[in-house]
C-alpha cells in the first residue's frame, strides 16, 4: 500500500495550524478556568509554590478564627470584672451608709449586703466564653498559637476573683464586711466600731484594687491580639495575592492572544487552501 505524500507547501501550512489550534486551546483554557496554571502540567514549579502559599495561607485562616474567639473569651472576661468592680463599690455604699443607720435598718443592710456578695459571685460564674471562664479560677487558661512555630503562642492565665477569694488572698476575711455591719448595732462614734467599718471599707478597696488591675491585664491582652488578628488577616490577603501572581491568567492579555490566534487561525486556512489549489492546478495539466 502506497503512502500519500503531501506537498512541502501543505505540509507546512498544515503543521502550522495544528500550532495554532493548540495555541487557541491553551488561550481558551486560561479564560475559561481563569488560571495560566491550572495544574502540575502546565508549570510544576509555579503550581506547587502557589499551592504552598495557598497552604499557609489556610492554617493562618485557621489561626485567625481561633484569635477571634480568644479575643470574645477575653472581652467576656473584662465585662465581668468590670462589672465585679461596679458591685465591690456597691457594697462601699452599703458600709458607708450604714454607719449612720439603726440597729434594724444594720440588719436590713446585713442581709442586703451578704445577698450582693453572693450575686457578685453568680455573675463571675456566668462570665463563660465556650466553656472558658477567665475570672473564676486561677487554674484556668487560654492558650493561643499564632502560626506553626511552637514560639508563636500566648498563654493568658485565668484569676480568681470570687468574693470570698480576693478579700482572703489580701489578708481579710469573707465576711468581715457583713460582720461589721451586724456587729455595729450598737455603733457610735465613741464606741471603738469606726476602725472596724473603716477596715472592712479598705478589705473591699483592696478587691477593688485587684480587679481593676485584672481588667487592665487582660484588656491589655485584646489590645495585643486584635493587633496580631488585623496583621494576620492582612499576611493571609498577602499570600493569597502572592499565589494569585503565580497562576493567575492576565485576561486582557489573553483576550488579546484569543483574538490573535483566531486571526492567524484563519490565515493559516487560507494559506492552506491556496496550496491546496496549487496542486490542483497541476492535477488539471494531465486532462
Known amino acids: 500500500m502506497s503512502s500519500i505524500v503531501l506537498g ?3 505540509q507546512q501550512n498544515l503543521l502550522a495550524l495544528q500550532n495554532i489550534n493548540t495555541n487557541l486551546a491553551t488561550t481558551q483554557g486560561h479564560l475559561a478556568t481563569g488560571l495560566k496554571v491550572a495544574s502540575a502540567i502546565d ?3 509555579k503550581f506547587f509554590q502557589s499551592q504552598s502559599l495557598n497552604n499557609r495561607a489556610g492554617d493562618l485562616a485557621i489561626r485567625k478564627d481561633a484569635i477571634d474567639q480568644g479575643i470574645s473569651s477575653l ?6 470584672a468590670q462589672s465585679a468592680v461596679s458591685v465591690l463599690q456597691q457594697l462601699q455604699g452599703i458600709l458607708n451608709t450604714a454607719k449612720t443607720e439603726t440597729a434594724a435598718q444594720r440588719s436590713s443592710a446585713t442581709t442586703q449586703f451578704n445577698t450582693l456578695a453572693k450575686q457578685l459571685n453568680t455573675l463571675l460564674n456566668d462570665a463563660s466564653y465556650q466553656g472558658l471562664n477567665l475570672v473564676n479560677s486561677s487554674k484556668t487558661s487560654l492558650s493561643l498559637q499564632f502560626s506553626n512555630s511552637t514560639a508563636s503562642t500566648l498563654k493568658i492565665a485565668g484569676q480568681n476573683l470570687l468574693y470570698s477569694v480576693i478579700l482572703t488572698a489580701l489578708g481579710g476575711k469573707a465576711s468581715v464586711a457583713a460582720s461589721a455591719i451586724a456587729g455595729g448595732a450598737k455603733f457610735s462614734v465613741v464606741s471603738g466600731l469606726t476602725s472596724k467599718f473603716d477596715t472592712a471599707f479598705q478589705s473591699l478597696q483592696n478587691a477593688i484594687t485587684k480587679v481593676q488591675a485584672a481588667a487592665q491585664s487582660i484588656g491589655g ?12 488577616s492582612q499576611y493571609i490577603v498577602t499570600l493569597q495575592g502572592g499565589a494569585s501572581k503565580l ?5 486582557n492579555q489573553e483576550s ?4 490573535t490566534l483566531q486571526t492567524r487561525q484563519s490565515l493559516a486556512i487560507q494559506s492552506l487552501s491556496i496550496a491546496t489549489q496549487s496542486e490542483q492546478a497541476v492535477l488539471r495539466l494531465f486532462r
Not at 472581652?75 to 465581668?80: K, L, Q, S
Not at 497562576?247 to 485576561?251: H, K, L, S
Not at 488579546?256 to 483574538?259: C, G, I, P
Open 75 to 80: 472581652t467576656a472576661a473584662t465585662n465581668a
Open 247 to 251: 497562576t493567575v491568567a492576565d485576561v
Open 256 to 259: 488579546t492572544n484569543l483574538v
Open 43 to 45: 508549570d510544576a514549579v
Open 221 to 232: 491582652n485584646v489590645t495585643f491580639l486584635q493587633t496580631r488578628l488585623d496583621f494576620t
Open 8 to 10: 512541502t507547501a501543505t
